[in-house]
């Protein structure tokens, strides 16, 4: 991939990192639906940012296919209608693999803004199969969701970008 001037060069991501990541934000998931929150609608799904992050960073390592499991997961833990959560993060990440070329030339901020129409696409079809398999409306409270996922993706960026990341200023002992 070309790279913008001044980014930084990155190390080859490593498979048990980013999977092991996945599995993070899932348990991360379902301590938030356990805690004191509840299943609050307006709580951010942190494994749709890690999912978001890492398939556009890593498209052929974490694709649709794993969406897919990773929703069915969630909706066995969450005892929802099976599949709903599966299609959102699917869709999530059909969306997220379809932008990612363009969404790494953006700064990190614009990066935000540029992710969080798939969050709030990702919500709707999570609700509107939810309204179609008889659930009631959470409220206007998941309006906020979306919101506090876009917020949570410099973090993310930060966060998961780390173990990537090159010195700064090679020396004898670092070969680039």
């Known amino acids: ?13 490593n498979p048990l990192f980013v999977w092991g990541s ?8 379902m ?3 356990m805690g004191l929150s509840g299943r609050a609608a307006w709580v951010p799904d942190l ?8 398939s556009v960073h890593q498209p052929l390592r974490v694709g649709i296919g794993a969406a897919f499991f990773f929703g069915l997961l969630v909706d ?24 990612h070329r363009r969404l790494l030339w953006f700064p990190i901020a614009s990066q935000s ?4 129409p798939l969050f709030a ?4 079809v999570e609700l509107s199969l939810r309204m179609l398999g008889g659930g009631a409306f959470p409220g206007t409270s998941m309006l906020l969701a979306p919101l ?9 960026n930060m966060l998961l970008l780390a173990p990537q990341r090159r010195a700064p200023d090679p020396d004898a002992n670092r070969p680039l």
């Open 1 to 13: 991939m070309i790279m913008r001037p001044g980014q930084q060069l990155l190390l080859p991501a």
């Open 22 to 29: 996945m599995l993070a934000g899932l348990l991360f998931d």
């Open 31 to 33: 301590f938030l639906n």
């Open 47 to 54: 494994l749709a940012v890690v999912l978001v992050f890492w």
């Open 76 to 99: 066995v833990h969450q005892g929802a209608l099976l599949g709903q959560n599966a299609m959102a993060y699917t869709v999530l990440s059909f969306f997220a693999i379809t932008v």
């Open 113 to 116: 803004l540029q992710v969080f």
């Open 121 to 124: 696409a990702a919500h709707l």
């Open 148 to 156: 506090l996922e876009a917020v949570l993706w410099p973090m993310a």
